[in-house]
Nanobody, 120 residues
């Protein structure tokens, strides 16, 4: 079992920056990658980005060039640095961790989410 706790959300003006953190605990040895999703009002949940164990980074098209994911595997932490924020970035941001639970089985854990509001 893995537990995920996000922090760092809040209110920021357009053009500002915000840094989100996510701490994983529990069976962290089974985590193979961590990342971030978000869900804006009236929209479906979408991928923000993810950090794979091999160092590969994947970002959604809407955040490329503005958001950066970093991961500290020793501390079981993943971060999301958000720059040049837009009102369209307003959403609940969720931390995720993918774990291996068998020879060919996987499970995706979700945090409770942290609210990010971009408004003047």
């Amino acid at each position: 079992q893995v537990q995920l706790v996000e922090s760092g959300g809040g209110l920021v003006q357009p053009g500002g920056s915000l840094r989100l953190s996510c701490a994983a605990s529990g069976s962290t040895d089974s985590i193979v990658d961590m990342g971030w999703y978000r869900q804006a009002p009236g929209k479906q949940r979408e991928l923000v980005g993810e950090s794979i164990n091999g160092g590969r980074l994947n970002y959604g098209d809407s955040v490329k060039g503005r958001f950066t994911i970093s991961r500290d595997t020793a501390k079981n932490m993943v971060y999301l640095q958000m720059n040049s924020l837009k009102p369209e970035d307003t959403a609940v941001y969720y931390c995720t961790a993918r774990t291996r639970i068998g020879s060919n089985s996987w499970y995706l854990y979700w945090g409770q989410g942290t609210q990010v509001t971009v408004s003047s």
